[in-house]
């Protein structure tokens, strides 16, 4: 792969070929792949050439038009409910604790 970058854009860290797992939405639909990308040792920033970022669009417009020809199924995916998860990470009286549990105030 072959991209404009000697060191991470963001960082300046090193980067490396490496296969990745690339997770893209449209519409009500994911799918997920494995792709090259070049990933900073450091910051983990993936860098991808311009005709994989195209790739991507390409999938994310099939996803949206519900046009799922070339796409093996996964499994399901799941929203967490909302109720459920405020429920959830309610402070019960066993998980409570002070400030002055943690530091000295």
Request: charged share 30%; aromatic share 10%.
């Amino acid at each position: 792969m072959m991209l404009p970058f000697k060191k991470c854009p963001v960082c300046g860290g090193e980067l490396k070929d490496k296969v990745v797992e690339k997770i893209l939405h449209g519409g009500n639909h994911t799918a997920v792949l494995l792709i090259n990308a070049e990933v900073c040792f450091h910051c983990g920033e993936r860098l991808y050439p311009e005709e994989t970022v195209r790739l991507f669009e390409k999938i994310r417009n099939k996803l949206k038009r519900q046009d799922l020809s070339g796409f093996d199924p996964l499994g399901l995916a799941f929203k967490v409910d909302k109720k459920w998860f405020n429920k959830q990470t309610q402070p019960t009286a066993n998980r409570a604790f002070k400030l002055g549990d943690y530091c000295n105030v």
